[in-house]
């Protein structure tokens, strides 16, 4: 079995994430009660509320304090990853487990991250809208007639027959409207704060930058699979280059799921609330094993199946 960590990202958060883990684990207790940002994490994923851990910039801090939770509630029990990957915020998670950040340093970045995206697109009439059942292809046809009007883009390659686009209003209406004349089966309207993974991001960009040049980066213990190249860290790319680059750029999910799997990785554990990465990693695959934790029920199950 070669395993892969994959975390899931920002739009999975629920109240009460993490809250029966701490109860039963010290590893995760010890994970919340060491948390020192500007505002109580731990009371923020255990009892909301909601419309607070749903704007971006508590959003982001309280997934990746959920996702260290579990990943240290797993290596207590002896299941670590030999790959990592995660979906947009999911790539901090995915660098902790790597060895890259600390607990401090995952937790902060991300606090200022969701600042400056929530700083970036204020006043800006925006929309994310997702492609359902129209090939890659087609889809990049539609967005190049949007482009007509304005910005829009493709955000996220999620799966086959999934993609999500971005930007101004008027041009990804413009595009969804050429979808649905290419024939796509749906295209349904995101409830996201933001046209996130588009160039509308690049003033965050430029801050992000700035903050990750005062970041010490540890040694990267294990792979992990960037979401703005879909491969492993190149000799010519940093770690602080490709998170500038991944807050502006696509997410190209379903080829690094199909990379991970040309390495060997026969076996997926998304780590955090819900089972979005799960879904999408079913569809690009029927021959892998997919598991999922974010309590006491889901640990228990993937437990059973990786030890089989």
Known sequence: MKLAFVYAGQGSQTVGMGRELYDHFAAARQVFDEIHLDFDVKKLCFEGPAEQLSQTQYTQPCMVAVAIAVTEV???????PQMAAGLSLGEYSA????????????LELVRYRGRVMEEAVQGIESKMVAVLGLDRALVEQAVAEGAKVGLVQAANYNCPGQIVIGGETAAVDKAAQCALELKAKRVVPLNVSGPFHTALLEPASYKLAEKLAQVSFGDMRIPVVFNATAKELQPDETVAGLLTRQIMSPVYLEDSVRYMIGQGVDTFLEIGPGKVLSGFIKKISKEVSVFQVEDVASLTNTLNGIKE
């Open 95 to 106: 660098l902790y487990a790597a060895g890259v950040f600390d607990r401090t340093a995952a």
């Open 74 to 80: 797993l290596k207590e029990h002896g299941i670590v």
